[in-house]
């Protein structure tokens, strides 16, 4: 059974930065992660393809948040740097099964698997 779990978040300053981490089992998928503010639709944030070799970002995030995975724990983290307010949302971690190994994933859609989520909270 496949399961995300996903831990890090917080309140963080403006400016400040935060590592989101999701614990997986249960196999190795591409992963992606979203978000979602009050008020507003699902939006993606970053994905990384089933080898690690590629990666994806919106393009608010761009240059502030990295997405990476350890293998061998079989976990993500995004380490999100340079936080301001519009960042504020939960963050969902997210998994697609039986995708190739180099694809990045943009769409929710597409993902099988999702974590409970985690608020992130950037206050001024």
């Known amino acids: 059974q496949v399961q995300l779990v996903e831990s890090g978040g917080g309140l963080v300053q403006v400016g400040g930065s935060l590592r989101l981490s999701c614990a997986a089992s249960?196999?190795?998928?591409?992963m992606g992660w979203f978000r979602q503010a009050p008020g507003k639709e699902r939006e993606f944030v970053a994905g990384?393809?089933?080898?690690?070799?590629?990666?994806r970002y919106a393009d608010s995030v761009k240059g502030r948040f990295t997405l990476s995975r350890d293998n061998a724990k079989n976990t993500g983290f995004l380490q999100m740097s340079s936080l301001n307010s519009e960042d504020t949302a939960v963050y969902y971690c997210?998994?697609?099964?039986?995708?190739?190994?180099?694809?990045?994933?943009?769409?929710?859609?597409?993902?099988?698997?999702w974590g409970q989520g985690t608020q992130v909270t950037v206050s001024s």
């Open positions: 997210a998994a697609r099964r039986g995708y190739s190994l180099t694809g990045v994933s943009t769409t929710d859609k597409m993902y099988d698997y």
């Open positions: 990384i393809s089933r080898n690690n070799v590629n990666t």
């Open positions: 249960g196999g190795t998928f591409a």
